[in-house]
């Protein structure tokens, strides 16, 4: 090899590194999950036989193709809502009444409150929340039809494969809730514990069936510690309560639920929050145990 070969051998080289780093980001968000295929394979057969076997037979395969029909191959900023119909047709199942929590900025919190499925039903705990969430997807058009490395966000562009599905798996959940709605939203979020725009506000409240929706509770969860920024009848959530009130819905609103303020407290036994004789100290069990003992012991006294 002669020097001219060298160096023309290391020029390749570095074109070729810099070709590579040229195609690493296109985007801003994350690219294709890993082995997306698998994983998507084997939660439609975790859900269906294993989490939620009340949805009865689903072909898996079938439900796969009419996901990848929507995105592989495909300009990852041309995908529309509806490109998911056959998918959504495919994964319905019933949504059992007085199941549906929404929600914005709490998704661990709502995930432990429904304990997938066995308590309630959000969007994530159904077959087609389940099978996709905390995933990335996107395609592109060169093989192999997805792209790994990064994929659009919704800023970049909005017709992009996640936000087309979440949009349409949104309206379609929000359609098929029914009885009591639940919608928790975070205290502790700067900028306002209703977000708009959102998709809570955008495609879900927008799609809450009168005749089949009895009424709606929200409610506001303060991180323990964090700080209290929304509350009932305040600021964002005064927002949220004049558009279910324009809509006729009967609704009530709970700052820091007790049974979900019970489920925060479970990682933060200690906190003063979280003791006695606080909000979510047992003020009524004061009244049902303490005062029939106080009755009982006084009784002799009174007599
Ligand atoms: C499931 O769908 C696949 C792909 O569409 C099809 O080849 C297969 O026959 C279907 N299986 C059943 C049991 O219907
Ligand atoms: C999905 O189901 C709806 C209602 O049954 C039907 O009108 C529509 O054609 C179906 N879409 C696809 C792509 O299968
Ligand atoms: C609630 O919002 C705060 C502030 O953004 C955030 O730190 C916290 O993780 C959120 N809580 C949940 C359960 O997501
Ligand atoms: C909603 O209605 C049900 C049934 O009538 C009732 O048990 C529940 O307490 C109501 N919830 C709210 C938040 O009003």
Redesign the pocket.
């Known amino acids: 090899m002669n020097p001219f070969h060298i160096l023309l051998g290391s020029l390749l080289c570095i074109c070729a590194v810099q070709l590579e780093e040229a195609a690493v980001r296109e985007w801003n968000g994350k690219g294709t999950t890993p082995n997306l295929q698998s994983i998507v394979l084997g939660r439609c057969y975790d859900y269906t036989e294993t989490v939620n076997p009340s949805v009865g037979k689903k072909n898996c395969s079938e439900i796969w193709e009419a996901f990848e029909k929507a995105f592989v191959g495909k300009d990852p900023c041309l995908v529309l809502p509806e490109h998911y119909e056959l998918f959504i047709n495919l994964t319905l199942h019933d949504i059992p009444a007085s199941k549906s929590v929404f929600w914005e900025?709490?998704?661990?919190?709502v995930h432990r409150y429904s304990d997938k499925t066995s308590r309630y039903m959000p969007l994530g705990d159904t077959l087609a929340g389940w099978m996709v969430d905390n995933l990335d997807w996107c395609g592109s058009l060169s093989t192999p039809g997805l792209e790994y490395s990064s994929c659009p966000t919704t800023a970049e562009c909005e017709n992009n494969p996640q936000e087309a599905f979440w949009r349409i798996a949104s309206v379609t959940y929000a359609k098929h809730s029914s009885g009591e709605i639940q919608i928790m939203l975070?205290g502790?979020?700067?900028g306002g514990a209703f977000p708009v725009p959102s998709f809570l506000a955008d495609f879900e409240i927008p799609n809450f069936q009168r005749d089949r929706v009895s009424n709606i509770s929200i409610m506001v969860m303060d991180?323990i510690g964090?700080p209290d920024i929304d509350s009932c009848g305040k600021n964002s959530i005064a927002v949220l309560e004049t558009i279910l009130a324009s809509r006729n819905f009967p609704f009530k609103c709970f700052d820091n639920y007790r049974p979900v303020r019970l489920l925060q407290c479970v990682d933060s036994p200690n906190h003063p929050e979280c003791s006695l004789g606080n909000s979510i100290g047992p003020a009524h069990l004061w009244i049902s145990t303490v005062l029939p003992l106080l009755a009982v012991v006084l009784n002799p006294i009174v007599h």
């Open positions: 900025n709490n998704k661990q919190l975070n502790s979020t700067l991180e964090g």
